[in-house]
């Protein structure tokens, strides 16, 4: 159901916002996907697909706006910089 959210989904963004103090300080994106899969059992580009979702989805979970800047951008970061996947 859109706009539907779940407590995995706050999980989710609580988990990027204990490392958003991190990401502020950081130009180069500090690595806590080591810390993704046993936290929530998805790989590191699920998780950051689905918090960009969440994020950008409405209804958003309120967050500072400058949280969630940092976020997005850890986000897309993760993404873009993930190798594709070749499928045969």
Request: hydrophobic letters at 35%.
């Amino acid at each position: 159901m859109p706009g539907h959210r779940t407590s995995d989904d706050q999980r989710l963004v609580e988990f990027a916002l204990r490392w958003a103090p991190i990401v502020a300080l950081n130009d180069n994106f500090p690595d806590f996907d080591e810390y993704i899969l046993p936290e929530f059992g998805l790989h590191p580009k699920v998780y950051y697909r689905r918090l960009l979702t969440l994020l950008l989805t409405p209804p958003s979970p309120r967050l500072d706006p400058s949280d969630r800047q940092h976020i997005i951008a850890l986000c897309q970061h993760k993404l873009d910089a993930t190798p594709p996947t070749i499928c045969s």
